[in-house]
């Protein structure tokens, strides 16, 4: 009786892990987005969990099980919006990041520098970083189970999820700026990391009897080192062989001085796709976009993500860019405010553009043949 207890709870548990995206989620986390007063700042969404986080403006930090037409879990995580989203899938956890440093209330100072750890399914708080000196970076899961990459400035710490802790030394990238983007390989163990200063770090993360250590295996400036070279997003692709950054250009932003509102000069960018062994240009993209703030993707997809604003006849306007990587075409959708965020989910070829506390769905095609990347743009 006991066994077949066990075998029946087994059944469901991997009947769980097993099921899709409710065909009707999307259109019910639209409809609960309607008119909010708290913006959504950031979301990201893990195909494995099937989880889709959101980071609002108010600090707040929404978990959503795509599995389920609405069930979703709201905590209030951070005192400042909520600027950063990771998954830890092994480990069922969701890793978020404040937008700033220490936040006084009267004579009480609460501290949000560090990153918060939490429970995916259940939203407890496991651990949260609090140190005073904390700047708040980049952060990422690593190759290695169990092990993850939290930013500090120009500071890159080890944490361990088994001991709850930082481990090891910090490496610090001393003269190359502020850490903004984070990306990892599996199967060849490559990790990357782009600066504010527009320096690309390619890394290895070794863990033996001493511990777990970074060590700096190349590194590549496309700008040179200067401030607002910002690298603002960084993908691995073809096991860790390729690489497609997307980077404030100042050469564009010099170029289109005149063309540009002031508010949006520092934000021209460039994607590219670099081949890691010789750092030869492959391909780089073209935009609609005349200015970019944030630049994401959803794991394992062959898509970008860029929002920003794009420039019409009488006005600057917000708008959604998804970039495919392997044909290079783009498609751009309509957002109405200049400060949107949207994410994928893979398995309905569905996206959801978030803007003004309301989501709009947007559909994308699927790459049913990949195009090799030797094939002529």
Same mark, same amino acid.
Request: hydrophobic share 40%.
């Given at each position: 009786m006991v066994r077949c207890l066990g075998m029946l709870l087994l059944l469901v548990a991997l009947t769980a892990c097993a099921k899709g995206i409710d065909e009707d989620f999307t259109q019910a986390f639209v409809?609960?987005?309607r008119g909010l007063d708290d913006d959504a700042w950031t979301a990201a969404y893990s195909p494995e969990m099937k989880l889709l986080a959101v980071g609002r403006e108010s600090g707040r930090l929404e978990l959503w099980d795509a599995r389920e037409k609405d069930a979703r879990i709201a905590l209030p995580a951070h005192e400042l919006r909520v600027q950063d989203i990771t998954f830890g899938v092994d480990d069922g956890i969701v890793i978020s990041r404040?937008?700033?440093?220490?936040?006084?209330?009267?004579?009480?100072?609460?501290? #949000?520098?560090?990153?918060?750890?939490?429970d995916a399914r259940s939203g407890e708080l496991l651990v949260a970083f609090r140190q005073a000196h904390w700047v708040p970076g980049a952060m990422s899961a690593t190759p290695l189970p169990g092990l993850y990459l939290f930013a500090s400035g120009d500071e890159l710490h080890i944490y361990d999820h088994a001991k709850r802790a930082l481990v090891g030394d910090?490496?610090?990238?001393?003269?190359?700026?502020?850490?903004r983007a984070i990306d990892w390989d599996a199967a060849s163990g490559t990790i990357v990391a782009g600066t504010d200063k527009g320096m690309i770090v390619l890394l290895k993360l070794l863990r033996d009897e001493a511990g777990a250590r970074l060590e700096v295996v190349q590194r590549h400036t496309p700008h040179g080192v200067g401030p607002r070279n910002d690298i603002l997003s960084v993908m691995l692709l073809d096991n860790g062989t390729r690489l497609v950054t997307v980077q404030y250009s100042p050469e564009k932003a010099q170029a289109m001085e005149q063309e540009v509102p002031a508010l949006y000069r520092?934000?021209?960018?460039?994607?590219?796709?670099?081949n890691l062994a010789n750092w030869q240009r492959e391909h780089v993209y073209s935009t609609q976009l005349i200015g970019v703030h944030q630049?994401?993707?959803?794991?394992? #997809? +062959?898509?970008?993500?860029?929002?920003?604003?794009?420039?019409?006849?009488?006005?600057?306007?917000?708008?959604?860019?998804?970039? +495919?990587?392997?044909s290079g075409v783009s498609w751009l959708y309509k957002a109405n405010t200049t400060h949107?965020?949207?994410?994928?989910?893979?398995?309905?070829?569905?996206?959801?553009?978030?803007?003004?506390?309301?989501?709009?769905?947007?559909?994308y095609l699927d790459q049913s043949e990949k195009v090799p990347w030797s094939a002529p743009r």
């Amino acid at each position: 009786m006991v066994r077949c207890l066990g075998m029946l709870l087994l059944l469901v548990a991997l009947t769980a892990c097993a099921k899709g995206i409710d065909e009707d989620f999307t259109q019910a986390f639209v409809d609960a987005n309607r008119g909010l007063d708290d913006d959504a700042w950031t979301a990201a969404y893990s195909p494995e969990m099937k989880l889709l986080a959101v980071g609002r403006e108010s600090g707040r930090l929404e978990l959503w099980d795509a599995r389920e037409k609405d069930a979703r879990i709201a905590l209030p995580a951070h005192e400042l919006r909520v600027q950063d989203i990771t998954f830890g899938v092994d480990d069922g956890i969701v890793i978020s990041r404040s937008a700033s440093g220490n936040v006084a209330f009267d004579e009480i100072v609460q501290l #949000e520098n560090g990153p918060k750890v939490w429970d995916a399914r259940s939203g407890e708080l496991l651990v949260a970083f609090r140190q005073a000196h904390w700047v708040p970076g980049a952060m990422s899961a690593t190759p290695l189970p169990g092990l993850y990459l939290f930013a500090s400035g120009d500071e890159l710490h080890i944490y361990d999820h088994a001991k709850r802790a930082l481990v090891g030394d910090p490496l610090r990238l001393q003269g190359d700026g502020g850490i903004r983007a984070i990306d990892w390989d599996a199967a060849s163990g490559t990790i990357v990391a782009g600066t504010d200063k527009g320096m690309i770090v390619l890394l290895k993360l070794l863990r033996d009897e001493a511990g777990a250590r970074l060590e700096v295996v190349q590194r590549h400036t496309p700008h040179g080192v200067g401030p607002r070279n910002d690298i603002l997003s960084v993908m691995l692709l073809d096991n860790g062989t390729r690489l497609v950054t997307v980077q404030y250009s100042p050469e564009k932003a010099q170029a289109m001085e005149q063309e540009v509102p002031a508010l949006y000069r520092s934000q021209q960018h460039e994607t590219v796709r670099w081949n890691l062994a010789n750092w030869q240009r492959e391909h780089v993209y073209s935009t609609q976009l005349i200015g970019v703030h944030q630049a994401t993707f959803t794991r394992g #997809e +062959d898509w970008l993500v860029l929002a920003g604003v794009a420039g019409g006849t009488a006005k600057v306007e917000g708008k959604v860019e998804l970039v +495919d990587l392997r044909s290079g075409v783009s498609w751009l959708y309509k957002a109405n405010t200049t400060h949107a965020t949207a994410v994928l989910l893979p398995q309905t070829r569905e996206g959801l553009v978030l803007q003004n506390g309301r989501a709009t769905r947007i559909r994308y095609l699927d790459q049913s043949e990949k195009v090799p990347w030797s094939a002529p743009r």
